[in-house]
């Protein structure tokens, strides 16, 4: 009886899993201490943030809700950060995805044509599943443009203790790249 009902809870937890909607998430929510921690590590840059809040319309929201991996619902806006670097402009897309329990936040950044430069994770909040941040797993995402370059254990492989936060950043950033291709890298915020 109980292995039955252990096998219950475990499909019903992976049965649930993939219906969790997270939105994408303001740059303040994340913490702005966070993402300059983030820059300077990943680009090794200081310098300011601009951000852009990108408007998703009805009309594109349902065009792109069957392309997604992840989400169920799309956010009304899509936050876009830009910084200057030695190398040209970068871009940094804040979000968060679900891990066992959590959710965990991270910054996706791509350089000017849309090539990924690197995933980090900023905050993760729970005990397992944090080799996710790991640079042999995050370097598997570096260089990739397309959303169907990034697919769950075929492109991207999963890490050894983590999973569930392996599969969901994978998804995670397949659905921003996506959301890129629709609007576009290159906004700048009207005054």
């Not at 797993?137 to 203790?161: H, T, Y």
């Amino acid at each position: 009886m109980a292995k039955i009902l252990k096998r219950c809870y475990l499909l019903s937890i992976f049965a649930l899993w993939p219906v969790v909607a997270i939105s994408q998430v303001a740059p303040s929510d994340v913490g702005i201490s966070l993402i300059q921690a983030s820059e300077r590590a990943v680009l090794g840059t200081k310098n300011e943030v601009i951000w852009t809040s990108i408007p998703l319309g009805p009309g594109l929201k349902k065009s792109l809700e069957p392309s997604l991996k992840r989400r169920r619902s799309l956010p009304d806006s899509l936050y876009i950060g830009r910084v200057n670097s030695p190398d040209g402009w970068r871009y940094l897309i804040p979000d968060e995805a679900p891990s066992r329990t959590e959710t965990f936040s991270f910054i996706l950044y791509l350089d000017v044509s849309g090539a990924i430069i690197d995933v980090d994770v900023l905050q993760y909040r729970e005990n397992y599943g944090n080799e996710i941040d790991y640079p042999i797993f995050r370097k598997q995402f570096r260089g990739r443009k397309k959303p169907e370059d990034i697919l769950f254990r075929r492109s991207i492989q999963n890490i050894s203790g983590a999973t569930i936060s392996a599969r969901s950043i994978t998804y995670a950033v397949h659905d921003l790249l996506i959301l890129v291709d629709a609007v576009g890298l290159n906004h700048e915020e009207k005054p």
